[in-house]
Each structure stands twice: as structure tokens, then as C-alpha cells.
């Protein structure tokens, strides 16, 4: 077993990504060491920023020659220290790897690099008349390699899935330094063997570090329509959940509280969006092509007295109804350091956990304030938690063992990282995660790649 | 390491699954002996039917203490040798395990046991007013543990996805003899590791036996028009697909050629479905609530004259369009032994294979009878050959061939199996080959569990 050598690494990366692509001065570390939560603070000796799959890999292979551990990193807009080297390990910065490929529209598929944002991956879509079918607030920053290695869910997991979904084929550095490329020709069908993109999809950068990847493209998107739709509480909301599910065309179901939206009404200086305000607020969105009124209405029609208040939008002005939904990760933030626990329930333990949740969290942390909202069609809620001090575990750790006692997932989107590794562990059992562990093993032999996360 | 001890594993499996579950009569084992093919006839020494997964662990638990290898079965309707003892292993029929959990109404999901039918399931969705979205004509012998294991697409993938799409969670007994329960609460976002239900799916019984499965359904189907859409050449068909593929509310696609139609007709003895009969025939299905008629007006308009010929069906006329697309592999059986390659192309690759794929197996097999059909929005074909004798590998390798030469997959469906591992390998390369070895060393150590499928 050799000890690992970070000078010898040191001196030698600038002959693989040259001396401006090696950044060690505290300042520009400083951005690379914490994540969006501020929660997660590490310490980087340098950050290298590959240009290219052959360079990753130059990296890759020096780093287990040297036994020191990378941390890649793509936005850096995680929340659970997943990309955050809290070992003190080399950050690779993956970012310039942005190339667009070409878009395959007979196919509707697109090869990008892992650097490419998210935005820019939609708006090379939407050039070609398709669009990409994950979207999520952080959209600007987070980058396909981010989005791939954590699953991302977002806003259209109810009508196109997660990340998972959209990935037909993947290009990775190995922990062992091999290049592996699976399906990036984008076949619909390819059964000879396990699913290796599905596998490095959501392996958080433990197993392989992505460079590119294959995927698919969903059509333009057509006329929307949008509505908030008012439930006397959560419970009814949830009960609703069949039929504002089979809306025909449905690609958005989000939930907001009554007590949160107050908060973002605030924040923006503006009236609410339904008066009075009901307690709990689905915002609904339909893409065509068929007619979204009627169908709009069907649903409304066929909720009944369920719905206390509706308002209704589209063109312009949808974007006003989804601001009241985008706004509170930031009212959030805006509160100070934000305890996030993203978290999915059965569909029949919703209620009851959104009905625990803050007595729950009080009891450890009497004068914090609690938003709640999410991705109802997925069963998935984000609770934000602010007041408590920032090396405070208290809130996360009491609203994720209220998840467990509920049957529920303690984490829903951003993965495991380096603070859920426990409870990850406690969530799937031993066998699980003892199959990881040999995954992990047979994969990154020496555990340079993003030690310490997912198992730990 | 262990010499394998056979008699010293049969004197204990009766102690486990009783008398009357260890088969051993010649002509009983016969029938797990060989594939749906004929092609592939191994030898057994028993075939052990285990009724619970504590069963199916203590027969692996067995397995592995006396390094006895096992080859899981289900309703045996493979075609590449991956449920076949050609090493003389003992067959596992996991057939007993039909158990038909609760339809959770709400979550539209249902756990079921591996050995429930395709056409149990299906039923027992509709029976809740929901449906399974998987379908294909080996439905009332084909079971749940060989559709997970084998990641089987079918006829509305275009729609709905393959079987991983529709497994959230799974239930086996891995080659370490653990039992690995992963998600079979149904939770639509889980990221707490490496995604298990996904690598399961699809690994062929070569890293666990899969025992039960939880499933999403999807809603009751609605109104269904069907209709035959005729093209001058395949060429012409693919050159339909973006249009095609935009119909709303598609759920099938399937392509048929005139030539292979004419066989159908002379064996049902009926006349063919479109007078003249173009070259190149489309099975388009659509599924409401939408205006399925105005929908599938305006696809045809929108293809003008590339569409030579149409026939229209709805409600009870919809089984007779069918009937073209399922005699197809009924045909090819009644010519005598099949030789199948159930291969995907690229988008951009499919005519030109058409245009090829006859010739090329004449060059071998100079008075063969070809057949090819398939599930055209998936790039995903079905070679059928008839004509060389059951030994002769000559024009399945050579369909193979061509298959790698324009950038498509040798197994679409149905898996590696026995039959495909060197060209699996080839098509995969050998970073890819090397994970999938070390993934299979790390979960199945002693190498009990289907030995030589998928990696050899």
C-alpha cells in the first residue's frame, strides 16, 4: 500500500492541464471549498480544470499513481457536501469540458459535455426545436456532469422522470483511470450487459468521473397553461393527488403552504396569489397540444368542493405563478444559513409527515423557521429549516428520522453526499449497502474518487 | 477453494423445498432443458421449485457451500440460452413465487412475485383500473422474474419505456446467498446510493435471483385506434419516424414488410391487409382521452404522399391489425427452427441494415427464409432465419456483424444469454466488459449464479 504523495501529484499536473488550469490561490479555492448551503466547508490544495476526457484521465491516473483523492465538481450547487472537500482532497473542476454536439433530431438526442450548465444544454435544444426535459432553479450553474452523477430530479419528473431518464449513454474516467463509453450513440435498446449509465447515474462521482453524456431530447415544448389551485390543507391536497394526476398533458405538480407563500409575499413586497390565501397551494402546469382549458377544468370539475380557490394563467404571465414557487429557496436563504432536507414519503404518509414536521423540528430547535414545498407528484418535499447555527445537525437529523419512521427516502434529489452517509446507510440496511461497498471496491479499487461520500 | 459437490447439494434441497418441489424425471427436466429456440439444449440434474424467498436463499446459501452452480428460470421463454443448463447447472423455476400484492390505488403500484405471469399482472392492474405498461406476445408464459432480469422491452416502449422503467424496487438473493431488499416501497425518488433495482434489471440472474419486484402502473387504457400506415420502402418509413412518433397518445409502432406479409396471409390463409400491398407496413396504436381519429388525420396529412396506402381500425377491428404483427413470429415458427437476432439500430442505420441484412445471411445460408419486423420506434428489429440447421451459428453472426458495422446493439432484448457473450463483449469493449466482470466478481463471488451469461 503506498501513502499518498500530494507533492509529487502536484508537480506533476501542470504538465497535463497546464500552469492556468491549476488554481491555488486561497481566494479562488475559497469558492470551490463550500457548497450553496455554507453548511459544508472544506480545504482544497488546488483546483484543476481539465479541458478535455484525455486530460481528466491523465488526472485520474497521476492521482492513484500518488494515492490522492479528487473531489469532482461541476456548479457546485449541491447541498449535502457531495462535491466539497472536506478530506482536504484536489477539487477537478469539470467545467470546461462544454462542448455541444451536434443535435441528432431524427434520433432526438444530443451528446454534451459535463461542463455544459443546464440552460445552456436547453437552449441548444430549443435551437434545434426540442427541448430538455429536467429543469430546476439552478439551472444557470448546475452542469449536465452534476446533474447526471446526482440524478436530478426537478419540475418535470411527473411527466419525463429524472435524470436517469434522460440518460442513454455516458462517458467516465474510472477510479482504476480507464475510460469507459457506454451507449453514446443513443440506442434505444441495448441489453448486453448491466446498465452502466444508469449505474454512474446518481453515483455521485464515487465510481467514475463523467465527462459527457448521451441524452435524450423531448419534443418542443408546446402552449402551457398554469393554475394554483387552493386545498383546504396538505391532507386534501394529497388526496387530490389521482386526479390532478391524470391531467391530460400535466409536466409540473408543486406544492406550497399557505404560512410559506406569506413569507415569499413579503419578501417580494406583493399581495398573495389567491385571496384568502388557502393553506395549501398545487400549482399546475399542461403542455398541449389538446385543449388545456377543458382539460383544466375537468380536473377542477372533478376535484369539486376540494378546491377552495383557483387562478388560472398562461402566456406572460404564467411565469408569475411559478415565481411564487422559485421564490422560496430564496426567501429561504434570504432568512440565513438554510438546514435543507430534501426528502421523498409514500403518497399515504405526505399528510402525516408535512402535519409532524415543524412540532418535530421545534422540539430540537425552538425559534427556527420552517418552509416546506415540493415536487408533490413525486412524493417529494424540501424542508428548509433556518435559525439554527450552521454546524447544527439537530433539524436535518430530527426531519430525516421523522422520514424513516415514515417509510420515506432521506434523500429525494442531490443524493447521499457527505452528510446523509449514515442515514443512507440506516435507510437501505446492511445488504445494500455492503452491495455498494463492493460496487464501489470493483470500481475505484484504491477510493480516490470522492472518498467519504455516498458510502461512506 | 471448494471442488463443486453436487450429490452432497441434492441430498439437502429436499430438507428445503420438499419432496415433491426437487424434479429429477427426465421428461419433466426435458422441458427446462432447451429455449422457446430449440436451439439451445443444456442438461439438468433437477429442477428445484422453491415456494418463498427464505427458500430460494437457503437453496443458494447451498449453492455456494457446495459450489454448485444455479441457473434461474421463469416461464422460459428466452432466446439466447440464459435460462438454459448448457453446463449441467440446476434449474431454479422460480414459478411459485406468484404472489399478487395489494394494487396500491393511490401510488398506482403493486409488488409482485417473480413468478407471476405477464398476463396475471396485467390483470390483476385492471382489475384495479389501472394498467401494466409492458406487453408482448409471450405475455400468458412469460413471468415478472425473467422481464425484470432480462429488461424486456415489448410493444409499447415507445410509449412507456422497457421493464426498467417501470421497476422502482426489487427484491433478491444475491450469489452471496444475502437477501438485498431495495425501495419496495415504491418511493419514485431515491438517492441514496447507486441505483440496485436498475443494475438488478437486466442482469440476467448472473448477480442475484430476483424474487419479487414493485412495479409502477400506469392508468386504465382508453379509447385505441389502430391503423396500417404503408410506404413505398423502409426507407420511406424511417424517413416518417419524427412524424410518427409525434401522434399523440402513441403507444405502438411496429414495422412489417410486404414480403413477410404475404407469408402471414398464405398461413392464416386470409388476404393481405392493404391492396396492393406497399413494400414497407406500419402498425401505428394510439390511445386517447384525446381525438384519436383527428390525431392520426393530421400524422397522415402531415407524411402527404410518402403514405401509399392506410387501413383504419378501432374497438373490436383493432385485434384483426394485430393479428399481421403477431402471426410474424408464429410464422417463422411453423417454417421450422429459428435462428432470432433481436437487434437496435441507430435512427440514421435502419435502412440501410434492412437493405443489407438478406443479403448478407444468403451469403451464408443461400436457401433461407428471412423474416424481419419489429418495434420500429425503438430502432429495435427481429431477424428471423429459417432454413440452416439448429447448429448453425453462420447467420445470426453474420446479422450480428452487420449489426457492429452500423453502430447498433446485438441484443435489444432478451439479454447476452449463452448465445451473444462474444459479441456483447466486442460490441461493449473492454473497459466496459472489465466493470461489468468486476461488478459480477463483487456480487456473485463464487460465480454460482448463471455461469458464462452476459460476461461469460
Known amino acids: 500500500v503506498l501513502e499518498p504523495d500530494l ?42 480544470r481539465p479541458g478535455s476526457v484525455g486530460e481528466v484521465q491523465a488526472l485520474v491516473l497521476l492521482a492513484r499513481r500518488h494515492q490522492v483523492s479528487l473531489v469532482p465538481q461541476g456548479g457546485n450547487t449541491g447541498l ?36 455544459v450548465t443546464l440552460t445552456a444544454l436547453q437552449d441548444h435544444a430549443a435551437s434545434a ?29 411527473v411527466r419525463f422522470g429524472s435524470m436517469r431518464a434522460q440518460v442513454l449513454g455516458v462517458e467516465a474516467v474510472l477510479g482504476t483511470g480507464e475510460v469507459v463509453r457506454s451507449n453514446l450513440t443513443g440506442l434505444v435498446k441495448d441489453n448486453t450487459g448491466y446498465d452502466l449509465p444508469g449505474l454512474l447515474c446518481g453515483s455521485e462521482g464515487t465510481l467514475g468521473v463523467i465527462t459527457s453524456a448521451r441524452v435524450r ?10 393554475a394554483l389551485v387552493g386545498f383546504a390543507s396538505v ?36 399581495e398573495p396569489p389567491l385571496t384568502p390565501l388557502p393553506p395549501a397551494v398545487v400549482l399546475l402546469e399542461l403542455e398541449g397540444p389538446n385543449d388545456l382549458v377543458g382539460a383544466l377544468g375537468a380536473v377542477l370539475e372533478a376535484l369539486g368542493p376540494a378546491v377552495v380557490a383557483s387562478a388560472v394563467a398562461d402566456g406572460d404571465r404564467l411565469a408569475g405563478l411559478w415565481r411564487w414557487r422559485e421564490a422560496l429557496p430564496e426567501v429561504a436563504a434570504a432568512l440565513g444559513i438554510v438546514h435543507k432536507a430534501d426528502v421523498s414519503l409514500p403518497v399515504g404518509a405526505l399528510a402525516a409527515f408535512e402535519a409532524a414536521v415543524e412540532t418535530t423540528i421545534r422540539a430540537h430547535s425552538p425559534s427556527s423557521t420552517t418552509l416546506v414545498y415540493g415536487h408533490l407528484g413525486d412524493g417529494n418535499l424540501h424542508v428548509n429549516v433556518v435559525g439554527p447555527g450552521a454546524a447544527d445537525d439537530g433539524p436535518v437529523d430530527a426531519v430525516l428520522e421523522l422520514v424513516l419512521e415514515l417509510g420515506g427516502s432521506v434523500s429525494a434529489e442531490h443524493g447521499v453526499g457527505r452528510a446523509k452517509v449514515a442515514w443512507a446507510a440506516r435507510q437501505r440496511g446492511e445488504v445494500a449497502t455492503t452491495m455498494l461497498r463492493a460496487i464501489k471496491q470493483a470500481l475505484d479499487p484504491d477510493g480516490i474518487l470522492n472518498p467519504g461520500v455516498v458510502v461512506g
Open 7 to 48: 507533492p509529487a501529484f502536484l508537480s506533476s499536473v501542470e504538465g497535463v492541464v497546464g500552469a492556468t488550469h491549476v488554481l491555488t490561490d486561497p481566494e479562488v479555492r475559497a469558492g470551490h471549498e463550500t457548497d450553496w448551503t455554507r453548511r459544508f466547508v472544506g480545504r482544497t490544495p488546488a483546483v484543476l
Open 80 to 115: 449535502v457536501g457531495g462535491a466539497t472537500p472536506l478530506g482536504g482532497e484536489v477539487v477537478l473542476d469539470l467545467r470546461r469540458l462544454d462542448d455541444l454536439g451536434p443535435v441528432d433530431g431524427p434520433a432526438g438526442q444530443v451528446t454534451v459535455g459535463a461542463g
Open 129 to 157: 426545436g426540442l427541448s430538455f426535459a429536467v429543469d430546476l432553479g439552478a439551472r444557470d450553474t448546475a452542469t449536465v456532469g452534476g446533474l447526471v452523477a446526482t440524478n436530478a430530479g426537478g419540475l418535470h419528473v
Open 217 to 226: 431530447l423531448v419534443p418542443g415544448v408546446g402552449p402551457l397553461l398554469g
Open 235 to 270: 391532507t386534501a391536497a394529497v388526496e387530490a393527488l389521482p386526479v390532478l394526476r391524470s391531467a391530460p398533458g400535466l409536466r409540473a405538480l408543486e406544492l406550497m403552504r399557505a404560512v410559506d407563500l406569506r413569507l415569499v409575499a413579503g419578501h417580494l413586497g406583493i
